[in-house]
T-cell receptor, first 114, second 111 residues
Framework: DGGITQSPKYLFRKEGQNVTLSCEQN?????MYWYRQDPGQGLRLIYY???????QKGDIAEGYSVSREKKESFPLTVTSAQKNPTAFYLC?????????????FGDGTRLSIL | QKEVEQDPGPLSVPEGAIVSLNCTYS??????FMWYRQYSRKGPELLMY????GNKEDGRFTAQVDKSSKYISLFIRDSQPSDSATYLC???????????FGDGTTLTVKP
């Protein structure tokens, strides 16, 4: 079955530590996205990528970094510069990426600070 | 002010009720409108996808878009306990490269 796989499901980070969240898709989609979801605040866009080796900042990119070396993979690194990283992180993908196609989502990674 | 405002809820209804979920927006460039359903601890899944103004029906779900009023709605007929979830509206402009989401409305359907 085609879909998006996010791992791990739960992740714990110590203060001052960088962590990387994995996102892999086998839908052959061109575009991939990372969102952060906090209670009562909906989805906020962190980074998105429309093609390999290219990505753009979303609304809340500070303290995060991404790479897009392969079409099927779009890992997100939460750096120590992100002062409030506790949240539910969602990865999504879509055909093309022009904004006119719906997105398919993974089941998220819940990040917590120890 | 946010580009997309969604009725905050939470909403609690008895089984069998008709549910109306609503979003308003300010960006007149939005042409593509989506409703997603998100169960607890899961990613959102696409429910309805519409282009421009008009109605679209899929089983018990009807999506309405009124571009002149910048207002979209999702109606759920004969609501079931399995419809209990958070519903997110989303919209995008042509060639935007991204969508803008509402904050979600949490619905509980009581047996």
């Amino acid at each position: 079955d085609g879909g998006i796989t996010q791992s791990p499901k739960y992740l714990f980070r110590k203060e001052g530590q960088n962590v990387t969240l994995s996102c892999e898709q086998n839908l052959n989609h061109d575009a991939m996205y990372w969102y952060r979801q906090d209670p009562g605040q909906g989805l906020r866009l962190i980074y998105y990528s429309q093609i390999v080796n290219d990505f753009q900042k979303g609304d809340i990119a500070e303290g995060y970094s991404v790479s897009r070396e392969k079409k099927e993979s779009f890992p997100l690194t939460v750096t120590s510069a992100q002062k409030n990283p506790t949240a539910f992180y969602l990865c999504a993908s879509s055909i093309l990426g022009l904004g006119d196609q719906p997105q398919h989502f993974g089941d998220g990674t819940r990040l917590s600070i120890l | 002010q946010k580009e997309v405002e969604q009725d905050p809820g939470p909403l609690s209804v008895p089984e069998g009720a008709i549910v109306s979920l609503n979003c308003t927006y300010s960006n007149s460039a939005f042409q593509y409108f989506m409703w997603y359903r998100q169960y607890s601890r899961k990613g959102p899944e696409l429910l309805m996808y519409t282009y421009s103004s008009g109605n679209k029906e899929d089983g018990r779900f009807t999506a309405q878009v009124d571009k002149s009023s910048k207002y979209i709605s999702l109606f759920i007929r004969d609501s079931q306990p399995s419809d209990s979830a958070t519903y997110l509206c989303a919209m995008s402009a042509n060639n935007a490269g991204k969508s803008t989401f509402g904050d979600g409305t949490t619905l509980t359907v009581k047996p």
